[in-house]
């Protein structure tokens, strides 16, 4: 019965590993930009919004739809980057683990 310890020792290791690299995602900061930088958002790997920036030029009354569509294009940069970056840490973390091929984290 040894490999079947081994192997919930491995799962429990894994499993420390994974919620470590899931709290390190809430540290690393991304910026989403959209309109030339006339709207800057920074959110968290994790996905949490840190910041909004919107230039003062797009502040008046007139430019209310276009602020709106600049606010969720750099929203959506913002997620797409954060995305990335947890994609990043998530495979350094498992790239030293003993897994076999296909195998897929979380669970």
């Known amino acids: 019965m040894k490999g079947i ?3 919930l020792a491995m799962a429990q290791n894994v499993q ?6 899931q ?3 809430d540290t690393i900061e991304v910026e989403g930009v959209a309109g030339g930088g006339l709207v800057k958002v920074r959110a968290s790997a994790k996905g949490r919004i840190i ?3 919107i230039d003062p ?3 008046s009354p007139t430019e209310k739809q276009i602020v709106e569509d600049l606010v ?16 990043a840490e998530m495979s350094k973390m ?4 003993p897994l076999p ?7």
Do not use: I, Q, Y
């Open 72 to 87: 969720a294009a750099a929203l959506n940069d913002a997620r797409a980057k954060a995305d990335t970056a947890s994609s």
């Open 101 to 107: 091929p296909g195998f897929k984290l979380p669970f």
């Open 57 to 59: 030029s797009l502040l």
């Open 94 to 97: 498992t790239s030293g683990l």
């Open 16 to 21: 420390a590993e994974l919620a470590k690299a």
């Open 23 to 25: 709290a390190n995602l």
């Open 5 to 7: 310890e081994d192997m």
């Open 51 to 53: 910041a909004v920036e």
